[in-house]
């Protein structure tokens, strides 16, 4: 499947109950079992490429995994040297996780993925790993992959980041884990918080103070997770963008976590006019329940806070800018340009090809409102750059290439992008 033709849209009526499960929580659910004892029971796990890679991982590097198909039960006697290369697939997320977690592990273990996350800046993690004892290389001084680490003991820590990247703190948090003292980690800005909310359910001793977390190493093995990986916002959010541009259109996303880290693309859609309702149906190791959004005239504005908590989302809130009324613009938004493709540069030229006028800064864009043409676009490898462009299809037709991309996070994003149009498939 390489081309896909998007028919446009007159609006629709949908309540939506599969949406994805969440990426970043099924990657962590299937790592931190591994410093569980005991068995992890996961349902609603996402089987996609990318999650799957770190189950993969996981059962390479020792853990007995029992898979029925609804639930995956985990039981570690803890981390194992594998002969095996350890493929993230296009996972940062996996990679940059498993970077922390492995430092301190006995033996030896090589991180790789494919050409486009070979290709992504790994030295952000790689370098703090490093300054507190991690053994850790690959090309580029340690900047890029494959990475190769042999475990060792690590430093206690009090480490600042520069940059709000719930990547960066998960490994530095999985590091602390298994540190020589208590540790602390403090970021610029809140950024998202699963990786906390999940190890401190599982009994680790970690505390959050405004920016600052801090972390104080296991005495013992965490109780295993017992967990449903909630419906994933950042899928969510296409279909949310969907209603909210296409007129005379509704749609329930049922499931989704609300996590407030996590919604801040909805807060924006929001500001924006969209119609949106939250109703909260359960809390447990995060708050869940389902997002109303109607469609609404939407307005322009600005998004330059809390970047870190809709930095995926940002290429499909983009759609909404090309779509309203006024110049909106992205600030802040530097890490756009280190994702699975530079999401500025292709957003950018996406929407030029559309018609759409816009201006490119280092850190971010500004959208002039107007009317989406027809256009052919190519994803360049970005499953969220596929996605963003296929749902602007909805108000006027497109035609989108590089698709096999979008396997790796919302493997039924076509079954329900179908029930709201046509689409031809090249």
Not at 8 to 33: Q, W, Y
Not at 341 to 352: A, F, K, P, Y
């Amino acid at each position: 499947m390489s081309r896909v033709v998007v028919i446009p849209c007159e609006g629709f009526t949908l309540n939506i109950s599969e949406i994805a499960p969440d990426k970043s929580i099924s990657h962590r659910s299937v790592m931190f079992a591994m410093l569980a004892e005991g068995t992890s029971e996961i349902t609603n796990f996402l089987r996609a490429e990318d999650t799957l890679n770190s189950l993969n991982i996981v059962k390479n590097l020792g853990a007995r995994v029992v898979d029925d198909g609804v639930t995956i039960k985990i039981s570690s006697e803890g981390i194992k040297e594998s002969s095996e290369i350890l493929d993230c697939g296009n996972s940062g997320t996996g990679m940059r996780l498993f970077c922390g977690l492995l430092s301190s592990a006995e033996g030896h273990f090589v991180l790789t993925g494919d050409e486009y996350l070979r290709r992504r800046p790994m030295k952000r993690v790689t370098a703090p790993l490093r300054n507190i004892g991690a053994k850790l290389d690959g090309r580029n001084d340690g900047d890029l992959a494959p990475l190769s680490i042999r475990g060792a003991s690590l430093q206690a820590f009090n480490y600042e980041s520069k940059i709000a990247s719930a990547q960066v703190k998960s490994a530095m948090i999985l590091a602390a884990l298994r540190a020589d003292g208590i540790c602390t980690y403090t970021e610029p800005e809140l950024s998202r918080d699963h990786t906390e909310r999940m190890l401190k359910g599982m009994g680790a001793e970690i505390s959050v103070d405004g920016l600052k977390t801090t972390i104080t190493p296991m005495k013992k093995l965490l109780s295993p997770l017992k967990i449903r990986v909630p419906a994933d916002p950042s899928s969510a959010f296409f279909f949310a963008v969907a209603a909210a541009i296409t007129p005379n259109a509704s749609i329930i996303l049922e499931g989704v976590t609300l996590n407030e880290t996590r919604i801040e693309a909805f807060r924006a859609l929001e500001r924006m006019g969209a119609n949106i309702k939250y109703e909260q149906t359960d809390d447990k190791y995060e708050p869940i329940g389902n997002i109303h959004v109607k469609y609404a005239p939407l307005k322009a504005i600005t998004v330059e806070d809390n970047i870190s908590w809709l930095i995926d989302e940002l290429p499909v809130l983009s759609i909404a800018f090309a779509c309203a009324d006024g110049e909106s613009i992205i600030k802040n938004a530097e890490e756009l340009r280190v994702k699975e493709s530079d999401r500025i540069s292709t957003v950018v030229s996406g929407l030029r090809a559309c018609g759409i006028e816009v201006d490119e800064y280092e850190d971010g864009y500004k959208v002039k409102g107007g009317v989406l043409k027809a256009a052919k676009v190519d994803s360049h490898g970005d499953h969220r750059i596929a996605m963003s462009f296929i749902i602007a299809g909805l108000r006027c037709g497109m035609e989108v290439s590089d698709l096999d991309c979008i396997n790796t996070s919302f493997p039924n994003f076509f079954e329900l992008l179908q029930k709201i149009t046509k689409v031809e498939f090249k």
